[in-house]
């Protein structure tokens, strides 16, 4: 089962990814963290990415395409994945197709979730980020629940740079969606409610009637 999450920087695409990854034991693929750990690692690649990033900007497509095909020929995506994070525009969508169908595999469903413009502003600008394992936390909290690390805010989440990221994907991001429409793989899910509300409105999605599986996977109940 081959999933893509989508949705605008903030909408806790990274929250039910993760709730996906445990539930059914398929690797979460985040192009976002893989960037941040080349940056972190220093790489050539983290050296160009850093200050296009801290603008608010998006990489090219190429370099993503190339760190997507690489991933995805890795085994342990052999029973499915979850992709999070891309693609962000109708070119990006068209070249990701184009891989998937090279590698042998398709999308099985479109996860969207859709939150106001000035609910993701609220939140992009006040999350807290751990930098070992990536999850995100609402401002004030003190550590990360998983490892205790302390928190720290993204580049990419300061203020100056929230306002051109959905800017950004307003203008490019949204038209994506009626690319993927057209085989009936989208499913909308109002991204405002509790996290336990929006995990079983998305399994929902996901266990709606034509989602392949893999043989070592059931449904589940929301």
């Keep these: 089962m081959n999933l893509l999450l989508y949705g605008a920087p903030g909408s806790g695409k990274g929250t039910q990814a993760n709730m996906l990854r445990d ?5 979460h693929i985040a192009t976002g963290d893989m960037l941040r750990a080349e940056i972190a690692a220093g790489t050539e690649l983290g050296r160009k990415a850093q200050p296009i990033l801290a603008a608010g900007q ?97 580049e990419d989440d300061r203020p100056e740079a929230v306002r051109p990221r ?26 405002r409610g509790t996290i336990k509300e929006i995990s079983r409105e998305v399994l929902a999605a996901v266990n709606a009637p034509g989602a392949r599986r893999a043989p070592n996977q059931t449904r589940v109940k929301a």
Aim: proline letters at 9%; one cysteine or more.
């Design 23 to 27: 539930r059914f034991g398929i690797p």
């Design 58 to 154: 998006y990489v090219s497509d190429d370099i993503m395409i190339g760190i997507i095909r690489n991933r995805l020929s890795r085994p342990d995506v052999g029973p499915g994945f979850i992709m999070d994070g891309f693609p962000r525009t109708v070119p990006q969508a068209a070249a990701l197709d184009g891989l998937m169908a090279e590698l042998g595999k398709r999308f099985d469903r479109v996860i969207y979730l859709q939150v106001p413009v000035e609910e993701l502003l609220h939140r992009l600008s006040g999350r807290l980020v751990c930098p070992q394992c990536q999850r995100t936390y609402p401002p004030g909290t003190p550590a990360c629940a998983v490892d205790g690390s302390a928190l720290v805010q993204r």
């Design 166 to 191: 959905i800017e950004i994907y307003l203008q490019k991001t949204v038209p994506v969606l009626d690319h993927y429409r057209g085989g009936g793989l989208v499913s909308e899910i109002d991204g």
